[in-house]
């Protein structure tokens, strides 16, 4: 019975322990953006594979495979956090200011700023320990 159980819990929870690696968090971090307006236009399915081999260093179909498995663990996301604290330890300041300004891009891809997405990158930057101008700079660059 205890068997079964801990079968059950490691079907619910993944299993334990299983670390995620910077590409993986990052591709995360962009799909919840993308699909924080329930909807993935055209502008933004083209733009995504492209920031992410240019942030992670991936290759084209690498950045495929990422993002199809950040499609998947969308579903079960609970917060940001998880991805956030591996960033923080892993990426460089530069590096978060980056994936900030490929956010912002991704967020202004198909013309118009949902409000959903305006607050998933405010909450990630402040995870990131980003100033404000920092975010408001990085902002008005990605807008241009």
């Known amino acids: 019975m205890i068997a079964a159980l801990k079968k059950l819990l490691k079907q619910q929870l993944g299993e334990p322990g299983k670390a995620i690696s910077r590409q993986e968090a990052a591709s995360a971090l962009l799909i919840e953006l993308v699909l924080a307006d329930d909807s993935l ?23 495929d495979e990422l993002i199809q498995d950040a499609k998947a663990r969308h579903e079960d996301a609970t ?8 960033i923080n330890r892993e990426f460089s300041l530069q590096d ?8 912002w891009q991704l967020a202004f891809a198909d013309g118009e700023l949902c409000q959903y997405e305006e607050q998933i990158i405010r909450k990630t930057a402040d995870l990131l320990y980003l100033k404000h101008s920092e975010l408001i700079q990085l902002r008005n660059q990605a807008s241009q």
């Open 79 to 86: 917060s940001l956090f998880e991805y956030t604290d591996l």
């Open 41 to 63: 236009a055209n502008q933004e399915q083209q733009l995504l594979p492209e920031l992410l081999v240019k942030l992670t260093g991936v290759s084209p179909s690498e950045a």
């Open 96 to 103: 978060k200011q980056a994936l900030i300004l490929a956010m």
